[in-house]
């Protein structure tokens, strides 16, 4: 089993719409959660952290955990075309080789005009 | 305030040669994470360094190593390069070690190996 699941998609979704893009993780000492943007030859870029259980906004992102289910989403409201890129979730956990960024391997998000 | 920069950006290199590559993190930025992105095997943590001391290291070969310097710049080396380790090296900064530290990217150093 892999350490940091995602739905690989590719997911699409019309402009203005919401997408909801998901992500497990089997360590349950988990302690730190990211979503990173990659665009297409470009690197990733950091876009949303979260820490605790609940939700945390900021601009159009939401960024929501649940410890007890082992889940992490983003949701992208107003979706608009320039979204379009692979999103990448990331762990971090506090124990040994956890420490480290464990990255799940991305959903494809494609917005249409 | 500059982003993580690396050195070079792209770079083709035979079989059997190896390799440096270069990190600058962003002013302030003690911590330097290095990460190997393929197509099939995705991102992949290599080492983190912090004051000049490894911290942490994946699952990869005594091939790859790397140091860090006292003005937090860092390097990373690959030995006896294989066809394998073509991909995108990417360097990440962050204020300093721990797991609420954010990091941030660099644009990535290209490496293809013939």
């Known amino acids: 089993q892999k350490e940091v699941e995602q739905n690989s998609g590719p997911l699409s979704v019309p402009e203005g719409a919401i997408a909801s893009l998901n992500c497990t993780y089997s360590d349950r000492g988990s302690q730190s959660f990211f979503w990173y943007r990659q665009y297409s030859g470009k690197s990733p870029e950091l876009i949303m952290s979260?820490?605790?259980?609940g939700d945390k906004e900021d601009g159009r992102f939401t960024a929501q955990l649940n410890k007890a289910s082992q889940y992490v989403s983003l949701l992208i409201r107003d979706s608009q075309p320039s979204d379009s890129a692979t999103y990448l979730c990331?762990?971090?956990?506090?124990?040994?080789?956890?420490?480290?960024?464990?990255f799940g391997s991305g959903t494809q998000l494609t917005v249409l005009p | 305030k500059a982003g993580v920069t690396q050195t070079p950006r792209y770079l083709i290199k035979t079989r059997g040669q190896q390799v440096t590559l270069s990190c600058s993190p962003i002013?302030?930025?003690?911590?330097v994470s290095w990460y190997q992105q393929t197509p099939g095997q995705g991102l992949q943590f290599l080492f983190e360094y912090f004051s000049e001391t490894q911290r942490n290291k994946g699952n990869f070969p005594g091939r790859f190593s790397g140091r860090q310097f006292s003005n937090s710049r860092s390097e990373m080396n690959v030995s006896t390069l294989e066809l394998g380790d073509s991909a995108l090296y990417l360097c990440?900064?962050?204020?300093?070690?721990?797991?609420?530290?954010?990091?941030?990217f660099g644009p990535g150093t290209r490496l293809t190996v013939t």
């Open positions: 979260i820490y605790s259980n």
């Open positions: 002013s302030g930025h003690r911590s």
């Open positions: 990331a762990v971090k956990g506090t124990s040994g080789s956890a420490r480290q960024l464990t």
């Open positions: 990440a900064s962050s204020l300093a070690s721990g797991i609420t530290y954010e990091q941030y």
